[in-house]
């Protein structure tokens, strides 16, 4: 059974840069697809972008084009969320998910993906 925990969410300000890890246990990240979302209160969760286990490609929303980048680690089955130039609005419960597909083609979608962490908050804040 496919496990996610996510870790490195804090209070930053505006500008600033942080760094999500989620790591991965139970099967290896090579036949997935990783996703990290986020949800604030009232609201659907969001998919800010997603890499291909298999051959690391990456698609990201709109609004974190060029700031947020995806990354992963197989030999240590984690993958990471680097942040930079956080903005007030991107405050949120930010989670990582696992879709059993080995590729992705687009932004991801929340109903796409079957395996969900507990999530980790950032505030973005001064």
């Known amino acids: 059974q496919l496990q996610l925990v996510e870790s490195g969410g804090a209070l930053v300000q505006p500008g600033g840069s942080l760094r999500l890890s989620c790591a991965v246990s139970?099967?290896?990240?090579?036949?997935?697809?990783l996703a990290w979302f986020r949800q604030v209160p009232g609201k659907e969760k969001e998919g800010v972008g997603c890499?291909?286990?298999?051959?690391?490609?990456?698609f990201y929303v709109d609004s974190v084009q060029g700031r947020f980048r995806i990354s992963k680690d197989n030999a240590k089955n984690m993958v990471y969320l680097q942040m930079n130039n956080l903005k007030p609005e991107d405050t949120a419960l930010y989670y990582c998910?696992?879709?059993?597909?080995?590729?992705?083609?687009?932004?991801?979608?929340?109903?796409?993906?079957?395996?969900w962490g507990q999530g980790t908050q950032v505030t973005v804040s001064s």
């Open positions: 998910a696992a879709g059993p597909m080995r590729w992705v083609v687009d932004v991801p979608k929340a109903f796409q993906y079957t395996i």
């Open positions: 890499i291909s286990g298999t051959d690391g490609v990456t």
């Open positions: 139970g099967a290896n990240i090579f036949n997935y697809a």
